[in-house]
């Protein structure tokens, strides 16, 4: 059977409360810029008001003026949204601690996650949100997901626990040798650095 072949990430819609707390959280903490809004056309009680990561895709929020937000963790059931995640560079991410403390939003502090580093914080409605930054960046015609791939597989084959820097360098390795030709080779005269 043919696949329903996705190329991406379009949009991801959440239930909100308010519109100004809806706009003071996403764009006002995390910079999203508030690209629109319109009716949801779905429900006329309702607001949609829409974001811009920071990639041109969306993310877009259900408003109505009388829902009122909880600080409560939202469900983890099965099913359900555990967190989103959204990219940062490395020089935001360590700020992070310093400007979330600023607003007074409790975070989980920084995390090692081996190829990334995450930091952890819930939205006023109790979402749970992580800053993630990675540690690399991909050769030039590569994706993240290309080095990650590589990565993994280089770690299963050494029996190591996570992807860590060292699967990431050589995984970058091998992609640029893949990708990248060269005049020397094996028959030519050998490298009196290597």
């Not at 319109?38 to 990639?55: A, R």
């Not at 009388?66 to 967190?83: A, I, L, S």
């Not at 540690?135 to 290309?146: I, S, V």
């Not at 080095?147 to 640029?176: F, K, P, Q, S």
């Amino acid at each position: 059977m043919r696949k329903l072949q996705t190329q991406g990430v379009h949009h991801i819609t959440l239930t909100g409360a308010d519109r100004q707390s809806t706009i003071d959280f996403w764009e006002g903490v995390l910079g999203m810029p508030f690209v629109f809004e319109q009716p949801n056309l779905d429900n006329p009680d309702e607001g949609h008001v829409y974001f811009d990561p920071g990639d041109g895709r969306l993310i877009t929020v259900f408003t109505n003026e009388t829902r009122k937000g909880t600080p409560d963790r939202t469900p983890t059931d099965p099913g359900c949204v555990h967190h989103l995640a959204f990219n940062v560079s490395q020089a935001t991410f360590w700020q992070a601690v310093e400007r979330l403390d600023e607003r007074g939003i409790s975070h989980s502090g920084p995390r090692d996650r081996g190829f990334m580093d995450s930091i952890y914080f819930t939205d006023p409605l109790g979402l749970l949100i992580e800053l993630a930054s990675y540690r690399f960046d991909p050769p030039t015609g590569c994706t993240h997901a290309d080095v990650l791939i590589r990565a993994h597989r280089i770690r299963v084959t050494r029996g190591d626990y996570n992807i860590d820097r060292a699967h990431l360098a050589d995984a970058i390795e091998e992609l640029i040798l893949q990708r990248q030709d060269s005049l020397s080779d094996d028959r030519g005269p050998k490298n009196p650095y290597g």
